[in-house]
C-alpha cells in the first residue's frame, strides 16, 4: 500500500531550503511527499529534492501580511488538504511559531496521524508531540522531528542543504565561475546592511581585483543599480531562483545578510561571508553546512529582539563591518582555507 506524506513549512525562501534535509529523509520512506508552502517560500519548494507536489496557502498566523480569515478560504484549503488522501502530515515550524493551528485544519481535513515540534499542549491535535531542547541549527532541528518519527536519512545522504539538479546554464550572465556574489537585500529592514555600506563593500571587493556580482529580486532593483556602481554587473531582478541558484553555485564566495539567498548558497556548497545582524540567533540561522565567516556584533543590543526595524541608531551591528574585513574573509574562503564562524566584528 502506498504511503502519502506532507511536510509543511509556511515560512520564506530561506526557511524552506533548511527544511529539505527533513524533507528527504521522509521522502526515503514514503512514496510520495507533497510540501505545503506559504506563497513567499513556493519557489525554495520547486527546488527541494523528495518532492512531488507543491501545495501552497498563506497561513494567517505566519504570513507578515496576512489575508483575511474567511470560513470560505478555510474550508477551501481543507477540502484541498482533504482531497490529497494523506496518511502523515510533519508540520515544521520555527520556535516562535505554533504548529497546533494548522494541526487542527488537518485534522479537519481527517490527516490521520501528525507529528510537530510543541510545547504547548496539544490535546488531540497531534499524534507526535516532539520536543527539542538547547539551540541547535533549524536544519537539524527540522529533521529531529523527521527521525523522531521514525524516517531517517538514506545511506550517502550528507544531511546538508540541497537544491534538484541539473541548473540552469547562467554563464551568458557570469562569465567564468569564480566571481564573488554581493546580496545586499534581506526581507526585513533589519538584518540588511545599509545601501552604502553594501556599495563600500562591492567597491572594496573590485579594487582588490574581484570580479563581482550583484544579485536581488524585482523590489531590489534599485537597491542592486546603486549597490553594483560602476564597479560589479548588476543582476537585481533578473534571475529566476534557479537561475539564481547557479549564480551562487558558480561563486568562489557569497556575501549576504540573513536572508535566503545565504541558504540558497549553503545548498548549492558556495562559502559565505555572513553579515548578521543578531535580531536572531546566528546559532540557528547561519548559513548550514558550508563554510562561514560570522561578521557582525553578535552582541549587539538589538541581540534576540526579532525586530524588524533596527532599534538602534545607526545599526551599529551591521554598520560596523568594515569593507576590509569582507574582503579579508571573502578571499580566505574563496581561497579554501578552513572556514571560521566568527561571533563578532
Known amino acids: 500500500m502506498s504511503r502519502r506524506a506532507l511536510v509543511a513549512r509556511m515560512d520564506n525562501v530561506g526557511d524552506v531550503l533548511l527544511a529539505g534535509p527533513c524533507v528527504r529523509a521522509v521522502a526515503a520512506h514514503v512514496d510520495s511527499v507533497t510540501l505545503l508552502a506559504g506563497p513567499r517560500g513556493r519557489a525554495a519548494a520547486e527546488l527541494l ?3 512531488d507536489k507543491v501545495v501552497t496557502w498563506c497561513a494567517p498566523w505566519i504570513d507578515l501580511e496576512p489575508p483575511a480569515i474567511t470560513s470560505a478560504s478555510v474550508g477551501a484549503f481543507v477540502d484541498e488538504i482533504r482531497a490529497l488522501d494523506l496518511d502523515l502530515a510533519l508540520i515544521l515550524t520555527s520556535f ?7 494541526a487542527l485544519l488537518f485534522r479537519m481535513a481527517g490527516v490521520p496521524w501528525i507529528g510537530a515540534i510543541s510545547d504547548d499542549y496539544p490535546g488531540a491535535l497531534l499524534d507526535l508531540r516532539h520536543r527539542v531542547e538547547g539551540d541547535p541549527p533549524e536544519a537539524e532541528r527540522a529533521l529531529s522531528l523527521a527521525e523522531a518519527a521514525g524516517f531517517r536519512l538514506p545511506p550517502g545522504d550528507d544531511g546538508k542543504l540541497a537544491v ?7 554563464s551568458g550572465w557570469t562569465g567564468e565561475p569564480g566571481y564573488v556574489v554581493v546580496h545586499p537585500a534581506a526581507s526585513v529592514p533589519a538584518r540588511q546592511p545599509s545601501a552604502d555600506r553594501s556599495a563600500a563593500i562591492v567597491a572594496a571587493l573590485a579594487l582588490a ?3 563581482v556580482i550583484v544579485t536581488g529580486g524585482m523590489a531590489d532593483r534599485s537597491l542592486t543599480a546603486g549597490v ?3 564597479y560589479a554587473i548588476d543582476l537585481g531582478g533578473v534571475t529566476t531562483l534557479p537561475e539564481l541558484a547557479a549564480v551562487l553555485r558558480d561563486a568562489g564566495v557569497v556575501v549576504a545578510p540573513n536572508t535566503g539567498p545565504a541558504h540558497l548558497a549553503a545548498a548549492v556548497r558556495t562559502p559565505v561571508v555572513s553579515l548578521f545582524a543578531p535580531v536572531v540567533p546566528a546559532e540557528r540561522w547561519a548559513p548550514y553546512g558550508v563554510p562561514v565567516a560570522l561578521l557582525g556584533d553578535q552582541h549587539a543590543t ?3 529582539t526579532r525586530a524588524r526595524e533596527c532599534p538602534v541608531a545607526g545599526h551599529p551591528c551591521l554598520e560596523s563591518i568594515t569593507p576590509e574585513q569582507v574582503v579579508m574573509v571573502a578571499e580566505e574562503l574563496s581561497a579554501g582555507r578552513p572556514g571560521r564562524l566568527r561571533t563578532g566584528v
Open 49 to 51: 529534492p523528495g518532492v
Open 302 to 304: 538589538c541581540r534576540g
Open 209 to 211: 581585483g574581484h570580479r
Open 164 to 170: 534538484r539538479q541539473p541548473l540552469p546554464d547562467v
Open 96 to 102: 516562535h511559531q505554533s504548529p497546533l493551528p494548522l
Open 228 to 230: 553594483a556602481g560602476n
